[in-house]
Structures are given as structure tokens and as C-alpha cells.
């Protein structure tokens, strides 16, 4: 399908190309017990040293969460202290924050199967637009309504890994969220039609196995083809009484990581980086110029990273590709290094991914920051080459 772009989506909001993102769920884990990594983390505590990071890299735009949980401890009564002190120190800095308003977390009292939860979360987002332009009614505000509707999905709703802790009811999860979605971004166009709307949606291949019989390759498609229903429901193509429209189409943002490509029924997941490619591994390029055509809209690379030490390996994988999309001309508009500061597991949080540009160093609380300089040398590699492409690209 294609649709048509408006003249709103044509401009590119962001401050620099490569943005940092900073982990900030606040969901309840698959043992029910609510994670905060914003503090675990030491984002929270280290915001003006992690910001101050940045300036090596010429990164100027980063990824934020307002934590819904602790925002709105008790129905419709917002707590907006700490967003506040992150926008103070971000315009201090002159960072670019783009706001994820749900990014994993709903208040205790909330699950996207409760009858009141679009109503919640329409609410939330009218207060934060006010709040915002309280202080900032200049500002271009880039917000995300709800993260990764499809993984929460899934995860809440198939596999008991969260809230609402269901199986076999993804489907019914995936609109509840998207429900809300819809209604959250109808309410922040109402007060300000500026806003401009970022979606977030995991960029996956699924593909058949090997001699698959005729229902396995069906199977591999009508899964790969799902991946896209959360923005399809968004545009109105599905489920349309949810209220969706093409307008709400903006900047279409797409996570990727390695483990994004797998054989649909089997757990076997695609290496990306084997000696000889596996025949039904696509380089990303194709999977962002699919869902490019696909919507006719800018995109964006707003998650990625790898963990260990691969991860200049990943990196300078991620720039060929990115540099790739550009040069066919396609509007994409940023890559995020997702987290820029190592994370630990939501599950089990002694275990730490070591994914980020910076490895936390746990021998002091909160956790300090250690540069992974193989990541770090790379990163400034990929930068250079891609500048240079790009220079070549527009000179011609």
C-alpha cells in the first residue's frame, strides 16, 4: 500500500543524525515485581554527566521515558518533578529530547485490557502537552504515545512477561494499546497540531524453514506481515473503529537488533554476521527500504545496539546500512544507540547486557560510566564514513 505524504512530515525535526537513547522502563517483570531503570541505570543521578558524554560523538538528540507509573500515582494527579529536572538540564545543554510517554509501564491500577485505559492514558498526554508548552511553547516536542506496541504485546499479552500477564490474548493487548494510542495522539493534536509523532515498532524478518511444507511458508508470511499491524491500525488500514487515520502517520521509527530475524516457529534466529550468510538473511537495508515503501513516510532507526564484544562490529554494520538507505534516497532521519548506558535484565537485575557505548561500573552507587573504546572508536569510524558518503551523495 502507499500512501500519500503530507507536507507536515516533509522536515527533519531532529538535531543530529545519530541520537543516544537511556533506558527508562518501568514496567512490572514477569515476576510481577516493578523494575525502575532510569535509577538502576544511573541516568537519573548522572543526567548532566551522561549529556555532557555526548558532545565527543555530536550527538544532540536523545531518547527519554516520563515513567507513566510515577507520574500518575493516583488517577488523573501528575507528578511531573522529575521530567521536569531532565528538561531543565536537557535545555541547558541544548540536548533534543524525544519524549516517550509509555515506553514499558502503566500505573499499577491500569492494564490496556482495562475498559479505562485509553482514557487514562488520553489524559496523561493532554497534561504532558500542557505541562510542556507551559514552559517550552516554542520548542518542536517529538513525542512516542506508547513503545514497542507489537514486543508489549506480545510479551504482556502471549507470554506472561508483564502486565496483564496473559496467554493467547495478544491480539486483544495490541488494541487496547493502540486504542489508547489513537486517542492519546487525537488529544495532543487537539491542543497542539505541531506535534510531531515518532512510532517505535520492532523491524523483524521471519522467514520459513528449510524444505518448509506449503503451511509453513504460509505461516513465515502472515507472521512477517503482522509485524507491521500496530502502524497499519494507527493509519486506519485495521481495526479502523479505533479512529486511526493516515494523518497520524508521521515519523515511522523501527528497532532493530540481532536477534530481529528468525526461522517463524522454530527459536533458530538468523546469525548476521556468519562467514557464509545464511540465504534467508536480508541485510537491513532491505528490511527499512520495505517499510519505507510500505508507508511512504520518513523513517528512522530508534533502537539499536549489540551486546559484548561484537559491538563495533554492529556498529559500523549499522552505518553501511544506514548509509545505504540515503543514498537511494530514502528520508531516514537518525539512528539510535540503544541504551547508550549499559542496562540490566528487567527479569534479573544483577545481570547486565553490556550493550551500551558505556559499560556500567558497579563499584559505586549509582553505577559509574566506563567507555567501551573498541564501541567508542568505531562509532566515530562509522561517523566519518557516513559524513563522507553522504557528502558525495549530495554533491552528485
Known sequence: MLLNTSSSTTTNPFRSFWWAGYECTDQQNCFGNRVDLLRHTGHLQRL?????????????????????????????????????????????????QVWDLCHFGYPDDMTPLHPM????????????????????????????????????????????????????????VKLGLMRAYIEGVAAMREIDPTIRILTTEPLVHMVPPLNA?????INAAVADENQFQSVDILAGLIAPELG???????????????????????GIFL?????????????????????????????????????????????????RECGAVIQ??????????????DRP???????????????ADLSVTPPGRILFKPYADALLSTQQSLNNSLLVTNHH
Open 244 to 266: 486511526g487515520s493516515p494523518n497520524y502517520l508521521d515519523i515511522l521509527g523501527f528497532n532493530y537488533y540481532y536477534n530481529n530475524q528468525w526461522v517463524e516457529g522454530t
Open 213 to 217: 511444507t506449503k503451511q509453513q511458508i
Open 48 to 96: 548532566s554527566e551522561d549529556y555532557e558524554q555526548l558532545s565527543t560523538f555530536n550527538i544532540r538528540t536523545v531518547r527519554e521515558g516520563i515513567q507513566w507509573s510515577r507520574v500518575e500515582k493516583t488517577a488523573y494527579q501528575y507528578d511531573w518533578s522529575t521530567v521536569e529536572q531532565m528538561l531543565t538540564e536537557g535545555h541547558r545543554q541544548g540536548i533534543q
Open 271 to 319: 546469525g548476521w554476521n556468519d562467514r557464509i550468510p545464511d540465504s534467508r538473511w536480508l541485510p537491513l537495508r532491505h528490511l527499512l527500504m520495505k517499510a519505507y515503501r510500505r508507508y511512504n513516510r520518513p523513517i528512522a532507526l530508534t533502537e539499536t545496539s549489540h551486546p559484548g564484544i561484537d559491538r563495533p562490529v554492529w556498529i559500523d554494520m549499522i552505518g
Open 117 to 172: 485505559f485509553a482514557r487514562r492514558f488520553a489524559h496523561l498526554c493532554r497534561a504532558f502537552v500542557r505541562f510542556y508548552r507551559d514552559r517550552y511553547p516554542d520548542d518542536t516536542l517529538i513525542v512516542t504515545p506508547i513503545n514497542e506496541v507489537s514486543f508489549m504485546s506480545w510479551l504482556g499479552g502471549d507470554v506472561r512477561g508483564t502486565s496483564p500477564y496473559c496467554v493467547r490474548q495478544g491480539w486483544e
Open 328 to 341: 537511494e534516497g530514502v528520508p531516514l532521519w537518525g539512528a539510535c544507540l540503544y541504551p547508550m548506558v
Open 345 to 359: 535484565d528487567w527479569d534479573h537485575l544483577d545481570q547486565w547486557h553490556r550493550s551500551g557505548l558505556w559499560d
